[in-house]
């Protein structure tokens, strides 16, 4: 990697440190009244109550700490071991207390950030692979976590909601799936809707990632 190509990386891997950091303490905050009752309740995602989104925050922090311990040893990691064992870890934790789940979380966070702080050019050059066999590089492994606490904070529909995700998260995040949109278009039919484009940016980003509905805007084709 050339000096300048270092320095961009460097520039933008602290960047996604800084966000992804400021995002944790936001929800670890949210959580502090947290009670048994409210971790029982339904959150936004389908079958899955606050208790299920914060077991499964807290076992994606240790699965992506999994992943850049494998790249340390030169190795290409697996997310998760399988996708019975995810959702059984996640069922089984969703049913803990408001204080277990709210620890839990914590005590991950912090082994993520600190697996952050101790990774190396080597480890930030490797990669990974997800459930479904995809790649992915450890150098977009911040960013991922980034866009897991913005959107599942809005998620546990505790006050915060996808009108509240940071501003320089929307905008990167926006980049991204736009570009995504636009690869699972004809050629010539790449435009977004003129509907998303009058919607705020963090609007059309919720309905770009399927988490809202807008009169006369179909959903996105799933990833």
């Not at 490797?126 to 992915?136: A, E, F, P, Q, S």
């Not at 505790?158 to 990167?172: E, N, W």
């Not at 484009?197 to 399927?210: C, I, V």
Request: hydrophobic share 40%; with cysteine; proline share 4%.
């Amino acid at each position: 990697m050339s000096e300048p190509d270092q320095r961009k990386f460097v520039d933008t891997l602290n960047e996604h440190v800084v966000g992804c950091a400021a995002a944790h303490q936001r929800l670890l905050g949210a959580l502090e009244s947290l009670t048994d009752e409210q971790c029982r309740q339904d959150s936004l995602l389908p079958n899955w109550s606050r208790g299920h989104v914060l077991t499964h925050l807290a076992r994606n922090a240790d699965s992506h700490v999994n992943l850049l311990q494998a790249a340390v040893r030169g190795e290409v990691g697996e997310q998760y071991a399988s996708i019975e064992q995810r959702n059984g870890d996640i069922e089984h934790g969703a049913k803990r207390s408001a204080d277990e789940l709210v620890m839990d979380l914590r005590l991950s966070i912090y082994g993520l950030e600190a697996a952050w702080a101790s990774a190396n050019e080597k480890t930030w050059s490797g990669t990974g692979r997800n459930l479904r066999g995809g790649v992915i590089e450890m150098s977009s492994l911040v960013f991922l976590r980034w866009r897991e606490v913005e959107i599942h904070h809005a998620d546990l529909n505790l006050g915060v909601g996808y009108d509240d995700l940071t501003p320089l998260y929307v905008r990167l995040e926006l980049d991204q799936q736009i570009m995504l949109w636009r690869s699972r278009k004809p050629m010539g039919m790449t435009e977004l809707p003129a509907i998303a484009k009058k919607l705020s940016p963090s609007q059309r980003l919720a309905w770009l990632m399927g988490r809202v509905e807008i009169d006369g805007l179909a959903k996105p084709e799933p990833l």
